[in-house]
C-alpha cells in the first residue's frame, strides 16, 4: 500500500511551474485535436468545435492554477512590533469664517 501512495505522489502537482508545463501540454493536445477536427468537418462546424477544444485549455489551466496557488507567508518586519498611529481629536482644524454676505468666489472681480 505505501508503494502505491508514493507512486501516487509523483502525479501531483506541487508547484506552479509544474502546473503551466501541465497546462502547455494540455495546450499542445488541445489544438491537436482542433486540427483534426477542422479536416474532418470543414466549415463552421470543425470551427466550432476547434475553438470549443483551445477554450478548454482556458477552463483547465484556471482550475490548475488555482489548485497551486502559493500559500502567502508571514513578513517580518524586525524585532520590535509595527508602531500604531495614535488619531487624536486635539488637532486644531482650521475653521471658515464668513466675511459679508457673498462667498469668496462670488466677490471676485477677475
Do not use: N
Amino acid at each position: 500500500m505505501t508503494m502505491l501512495k508514493k507512486i501516487g505522489r509523483l502525479f501531483q502537482i506541487k508547484t506552479r511551474t509544474e502546473a503551466w508545463l501541465i497546462i502547455y501540454a494540455i495546450a499542445l493536445g488541445a489544438v491537436e485535436r482542433g486540427r483534426h477536427y477542422l479536416e474532418q468537418y470543414p466549415g463552421w462546424g470543425g470551427m466550432m468545435l476547434a475553438i470549443a477544444c483551445t477554450g478548454v485549455v482556458f477552463l483547465a489551466g484556471a482550475k490548475i492554477l488555482d489548485s497551486v496557488r502559493p500559500q502567502p507567508t508571514a513578513v517580518k518586519m524586525g524585532p520590535y512590533p509595527p508602531q500604531r498611529r495614535i488619531l487624536t481629536r486635539s488637532r486644531p482644524t482650521a475653521h471658515l469664517t464668513r466675511s459679508g454676505s457673498g462667498s469668496r468666489l462670488s466677490s471676485r472681480t477677475d
